[in-house]
């Protein structure tokens, strides 16, 4: 069987060239709105992170219809730390649509992402996006886009791919780089004509791939993903069984309700067969990597492989002073649950129980990905400790020591160069390529991970916020030596108490300080930064002592430096290994591990024995 009425595409791309901005305009040009229906932005970035950071962190499904055949798309995230979701979901889709920027060209997240889809043997379509822009360069960026597919040892069918010149902002595309085109028909037009309609056996025995897992407080779980094979109907008798794990018996479950993807809403439906993406609750055991099949054939589909976690922290119980004032779940219990629940449905997440009954060891793809889960988690009142990050080593086959590495690419003007370059090198940085991008230069390194940690901050300090930087991981090699990646210490708080303005006017000189009058601070806590190496304990709470001569009145005259505000991502780059994050609903705060100043001093000194 073959559904020609039917096409399933994914778009994938580099972060911020692009894919949301698309989607909206397909959304408008194929009828998911009435006609002067007031629309948002990045409708599909729906999270109130991914509006306020204008990126896409899980995948999205949607539909629209054009000429009798209805489009199913899988808008992706382009950010590295989450190409976990493009992974999984490139299982549903019959081929994809690759966006490229028109001025920046191939990134690195645009390699990954394609190479992915090229391995799967997807048919591509490459949308050259933004062409509007003043500094777009289209001839150069095509031939960029060819060299990608060669070294991606992609076939000839693939070499062949279309390529199309779109603005997702003005919503045209032309098959012509000197052409503007007029909406987005010549996009649709291809879509259907190049895209692999959807096959597969309607009568043979039903086979369900799930891709993603969502969640609803009153159904549970609800598994997504596409028909592979046979029809799958509401109220079916079903056996869930797993590629990876052939000896577990088969679950058997029932699915209770169904519902298909119409623009932007879940619709009701009895029946689905092959090609049709459907998402569906009674499961309630489900997984990402499950098969749904008919319970006298349980024949599990092979699920694609997910890359492995290269970044690990520490999440644990808060135990400072200010525990369990500000947070609504603060127990271990409470903590442990969250974290556990959130792998059912973030495949690139691994989460184990640490060396203490309140502490839990979290594994990522990256600092982003792990500090999106604290965000989220403290926006829905958790309170923790998290420690700083740390790499995942890895044995080689002759029993060395390896570590992930990054590859790195930098548009940065000239005059900055130099001060990139000599950081990166002193960061154990290997220099891959420079050459000229339009006005800018472009510079490629290969880095290991944890010597990118701390550096994003004092990247946009050297390039004056000019430069862009972007990274993917590369592949494990062997171990670099020891670094050190930050080269400043801490201030740290001497006593418990609340920050007056002439304890912080005498201590200011000696660093940035993160804290304002009136703080809140206990003993431990880190109140600024040190400029150089080593921490220095400071009392922020001092209190002038009147007398008949000094007067309370004499504070208006102290002119405080404005602190220096830390959002999540800032802090857990800051930190040392010997330091935690304490995350709360209402602040971020960071500390010492050890708050008492006599100990932790002792415990120093004897380290450095």
């Not at 690195?108 to 360069?137: C, M, S, W, Y």
């Not at 999540?568 to 708050?595: G, H, M, S, Y």
């Amino acid at each position: 069987m073959v559904r020609e009425d039917l096409r399933n595409i994914a778009i994938i791309a580099h972060v911020d060239h692009g894919k949301t901005t698309l989607v909206d305009e397909m959304l408008k040009q194929g009828g998911a709105y009435r006609e002067n229906q007031a629309t948002e932005e990045r409708v599909m970035d729906s999270g109130d992170i991914e509006k306020e950071r204008g990126i896409t962190i899980l995948a999205k499904n949607t539909s629209i219809h054009y000429k009798d055949v209805k489009i199913n798309i899988i808008d992706t995230p382009g950010h590295a730390d989450f190409s976990g979701e493009v992974e999984r979901i490139l299982k549903m889709v019959n081929g994809v649509l690759l966006l490229v920027d028109a001025a920046e060209g191939p990134m690195p997240q645009t390699r990954f992402v394609l190479e992915r889809a090229l391995e799967l043997g997807h048919r591509v379509i490459v949308v050259i996006n933004k062409i509007d822009r003043p500094d777009a360069r289209l001839e150069e960026v095509q031939d960029e886009v060819l060299e990608l597919l060669i070294d991606l040892n992609a076939t000839d069918d693939q070499l062949d791919s279309p390529m199309l010149f779109c603005s997702g902002r003005a919503g045209t595309a032309s098959l012509s780089a000197d052409e503007q085109g007029v909406n987005l028909e010549p996009l649709f037009e291809k879509i259907i004509d190049y895209i692999p309609a959807p096959e597969g056996e309607e009568q043979e025995p039903l086979q369900l791939l799930v891709s993603s897992i969502d969640y609803n407080e009153f159904v549970g779980r609800i598994g997504i993903g596409r028909i592979e094979r046979g029809t799958l109907r509401q109220n079916q008798d079903v056996c869930i069984v797993n590629y990876h794990s052939p000896d577990k018996n088969p679950v058997r479950t029932r699915i209770v309700s169904m519902y298909q993807f119409e623009a932007l809403s879940r619709v009701a439906c009895e029946t689905a067969c092959v090609g049709d993406i459907v998402c569906f609750s009674g499961a309630e055991d489900i997984s990402i990597g499950d098969t749904i099949t008919d319970i006298n054939v349980p024949e599990a589909l092979p699920f694609v492989k997910i890359s492995e976690p290269v970044v690990e922290m520490t999440f644990s119980v808060n135990d400072g002073p200010f525990a369990g004032k500000e947070g609504k779940f603060v127990t271990s219990r409470q903590l442990r649950a969250r974290l556990y629940k959130e792998t059912l449905r973030d495949v690139s997440l691994r989460v184990r129980d640490g060396d203490t009954t309140d502490s839990f060891l979290v594994a990522g793809r990256g600092e982003m990905h792990l500090s999106i889960l604290l965000e989220n988690m403290r926006r829905e009142g958790y309170e923790m400790l998290v420690s700083a990050p740390r790499v995942l080593y890895k044995k080689d086959d002759q029993g060395r020591k390896t570590e992930p590495a990054e590859r790195v690419i930098i548009d940065v003007p000239d005059t900055y160069m130099g001060a990139v370059m000599e950081t990166l090198g002193s960061r154990k940085g290997t220099l891959v390529d420079m050459g000229q991008h339009g006005d800018r230069m472009r510079i490629i390194y290969t880095i290991p991970s944890r010597c990118l940690f701390g550096y994003r901050s004092q990247f946009m300090t050297d390039t004056h916020g000019e430069g862009v930087m972007n990274s993917v991981f590369e592949d494990y090699v062997p171990f670099q030596g020891e670094i050190s990646t930050r080269y400043t210490g801490s201030l740290v708080a001497f006593e418990k108490g609340v920050a007056t303005a002439y304890a912080l006017y005498s201590v200011q000189d000696r660093g940035d300080m993160f804290i304002t009058t009136g703080a809140a601070v206990y003993e431990g806590m880190i109140v600024g930064e040190n400029p150089k190496i080593g921490d220095i304990v400071v009392n922020v709470c001092k209190e002038k002592h009147l007398t008949s001569i000094r007067s309370s009145g004499a504070d208006e005259k102290l002119i405080l430096t404005p602190p220096r505000q830390m959002g999540l991502e800032q802090a857990i780059e800051f930190i040392n290994a010997d330091e935690l994050v304490e995350v709360t609903p209402k602040n971020i705060r960071l500390r010492k591990k050890i708050l008492d100043t006599q100990t932790r001093l002792k415990t120093e000194a004897k380290l450095r024995k």
